[in-house]
């Protein structure tokens, strides 16, 4: 593979190369981020607050996700990575709303833990095996003489790119995030900063722990857990784009289930099932990508229509619009694995992969024949949620008689530029749904040639999807509509106390965790040894934050009030001041709000953290 380093920016250079998965993954970011831009355009039609930040930080995202794809070591994906974890939290606090604003919090808390974590793995994974590199990790982790060094490197890393991919239990920030987000930022969060995290987690997996056994059974739990959660809070949900996001969720689980099954069969030699199970994994994320960058642009339009999401208010609204039904349709049948359409033939390798398990693996047979059960009635599911969506928003008749005709009254929900997009994103479901197009993708993807000769429409094939179809409609009838519709309403059955936030996360970092620090901060006051010290540390502490918060201040005032300045909607108040008068008669007001602001404070947090991994980085490698 052909490497590009850019010298000079560590002791370690920034390196980039390519091959065939990295090339595909390219392609796509590109493409769901030029689909993405051109559907913006109407939906911010009516909006002029917030556009110069969108459109700033998008494009730094998109350059930083090119960058995770593209690296060619764990140190240079770790770097954009980071990068991404910051500018994507402005899609999430967007419309700063309390909701949004709170989920912001949550998505960058969840973002700065995991980097922590994952620098520590980093650490870790260089003391072990002695380089970063992708190209050199296999032999390097191979002949290590710390085995346990590296195994407790890739849990770290697991669990840092884990937090982008959302998988569980490091999953709150995902069902909270899209439903706040623009729709264009939900699609590129599900989409794809969803894969960033499972790149790394399948780059790290295929090298330093190529074959490692206990590394393979660990991501295998995660991913079922993952895969069998988030089709239960999908379905329980009643809310558009919390469904969706949710089934976002669960489809990660079922591409790490695929990592935990290449990982276990390759420790068994089983170069074949190993090879299938990658190319399942690695197809299902194209195929995920592509489906929620339609089914999140469709959900855009309701929103961009409605301003609503819940089901009892939507229901309905989509009955004429023949164009949108298509492609929610088309994106529903691809993500449910409907043969023909593109989900299926992933799902089926993946399948296939875990009953390679089964027969390789014996020490683990009943452990994965439980997973294949799993795996099927979570495509099940899959399948019932989808179907409620759009019997609800596409079929039924809203409750409102009145509502209802008025939904009826115009056809056109959105301009031709948005149709073409959106159906020609679908029209893929149909194009990747071809065992000639699919299996072609994955070789080039896997260079694993035998896959040209998977046939996809055998009977025992279909028998799966065929289970798993059967299980989601029998849900569907049996539980949808008897159990949560009441009274022709949809109802939200899932209990809120089960939220894992408000749970276990929020009192144990608000309370807890505080009231330790202060019992801890109080035996070192009590000791008249170590209190200089500690006053000393202090006041040292608080003067360098002082300074860097009264800079950091300064800069982002100069950066509010020149480029990233808003566009003035007509009619408003006064002309814009120019910047002397600006900075010169309202520093003082402009600065108050931002340094009481919680949203200042994380900010401030971040940026504190990523000068001291700068540090360390630096300093280390």
Same mark, same amino acid.
């Given at each position: ?15 980039? #190369?390519?091959? /065939? ?15 993405? +831009?051109? !559907? ?13 930040? &969108?459109?700033?930080?998008? $494009?730094?995202?998109?350059? @930083? ?13 770790? %770097? ?6 910051? #500018?994507?939290?402005?899609? %999430? ?10 989920? /912001?919090?949550?998505?960058? !808390? ?19 095996? /002695? ?42 920030? *995902? ?5 706040? @987000?623009? +729709?264009?930022?939900? @699609? ?42 988030? @089709? ?5 949900? %009643? ?14 689980? !079922? ?90 033939? +992933? ?12 027969? =390789?693996?014996?020490? &683990? ?16 599911? #899959?399948?019932? &949620? ?24 115009? =056809? ?12 020609? +994103?679908?029209?893929?479901?149909? %194009? ?33 999807? *065929? ?8 849900? &569907? ?35 807890? *965790? ?41 800069? $982002? ?14 009619? =408003? ?26 949203? !200042? ?5 971040? $940026? ?14």
């Amino acid at each position: 593979m052909p490497v590009f380093a850019v010298e000079g920016v560590l002791s370690e250079d920034i390196t980039f #190369t390519i091959d /065939g998965f990295r090339l595909v993954y390219a392609v796509i970011t590109a493409l769901m981020w030029a689909c993405t +831009s051109i !559907f913006a355009r109407e939906y911010f039609k009516k909006e002029q607050e917030h556009l110069n930040r &969108y459109w700033f930080f998008t $494009i730094v995202t998109f350059i @930083a996700t090119e960058g995770v794809m593209l690296s060619g070591d764990l140190m240079t994906a770790f %770097v954009f990575f980071e990068i991404l974890s910051f #500018t994507s939290f402005t899609w %999430v606090i967007h419309e700063e709303t309390k909701e949004a604003v709170r989920a /912001g919090y949550t998505y960058l !808390f969840i973002a700065v833990t995991g980097g922590l974590v994952m620098f520590m793995g980093l650490v870790l994974m260089k003391a072990g095996a /002695g380089t970063l590199s992708f190209g050199l990790l296999k032999e390097a982790a191979a002949l290590s003489p710390h085995p346990s060094m590296i195994l407790a490197a890739g849990i770290c890393i697991l669990f840092g790119f884990g937090c982008k991919a959302g998988m569980f239990p490091v999953h709150v920030w *995902l069902p909270k995030s899209h439903p706040v @987000a623009p +729709s264009p930022a939900s @699609a590129l969060l599900s989409g794809i900063l969803t894969k960033v995290g499972i790149y790394g987690i399948l780059m790290t997996s295929t090298t330093a722990l190529f074959g490692n056994e206990p590394f393979g059974l660990i991501v295998l739990l995660s991913g079922l857990v993952t895969m069998a959660l988030g @089709a239960l809070l999908a379905l329980f949900s %009643v809310n558009l784009k919390r469904t969706l996001a949710c089934s976002s969720m669960s489809q990660i689980g !079922f591409i790490l289930t695929g990592i935990g099954m290449m990982v276990l069969l390759t420790s068994e030699e089983n170069a074949e099932g190993a090879g299938i199970a990658l190319s399942g994994l690695m197809l299902h994320m194209v195929s995920h990508s592509l489906i929620k960058l339609t089914l999140f642009m469709a959900a855009g339009v309701v929103v961009m229509n409605l301003h609503m999401l819940a089901l009892d208010d939507i229901r309905g609204w989509g009955k004429n619009k023949l164009f949108l039904k298509l492609s929610f349709g088309l994106g529903a049948l691809g993500i449910s694995g409907v043969p023909m359409f593109n989900g299926y033939i +992933s799902k089926t390798l993946l399948h296939e992969g875990i009953v390679e398990g089964i027969h =390789s693996l014996k020490q &683990y047979s009943v452990l994965l024949s439980l997973a294949e059960w799993i795996f099927l009635i979570s495509g099940g599911l #899959t399948f019932a &949620y989808m179907l409620k969506i759009f019997i609800c928003v596409f079929v039924e008749n809203n409750k409102d008689k009145n509502r209802q005709q008025s939904f009826d009254r115009n =056809s056109r929900c959105m301009n031709k530029t948005s149709s073409a997009v959106i159906f020609g +994103s679908a029209l893929l479901m149909i %194009v990747l749904g071809q065992p000639f197009v699919s299996t072609r993708l994955a070789c080039l993807m896997t260079g694993f040639e035998e896959i040209l000769n998977f046939h996809a429409f055998t009977p025992e094939n279909l028998k799966g999807s *065929l289970i798993s179809l059967s299980i989601g409609g029998a849900v &569907y009838l049996l539980i949808v509509r008897r159990v949560m519709i009441k009274d022709g309403n949809y109802v939200n059955l899932w209990p809120d106390k089960l939220d894992l936030e408000d749970l276990i996360y929020r009192p144990v970092f608000t309370r807890y *965790l505080p009231a330790l620090f202060g019992a801890i901060a109080s035996v070192f006051g009590e000791n008249k040894i170590l209190r200089p010290l500690c006053r000393a540390g202090l006041t040292t502490a608080c003067i360098t934050a002082r300074v860097f918060e009264s800079v950091m201040d300064g800069l $982002i005032l100069l950066l509010r009030k020149t480029v990233m300045r808003e566009k003035k909607v007509k009619g =408003s108040e006064k002309p814009y001041p120019g910047l002397f008068r600006t900075l010169s008669t309202e520093f003082g007001a402009a600065i108050r709000p931002l340094v009481s602001s919680f949203t !200042f404070a994380m900010m401030m947090t971040c $940026i504190g953290i990523v000068i001291m991994l700068c540090t360390i980085i630096y300093v280390i490698f």
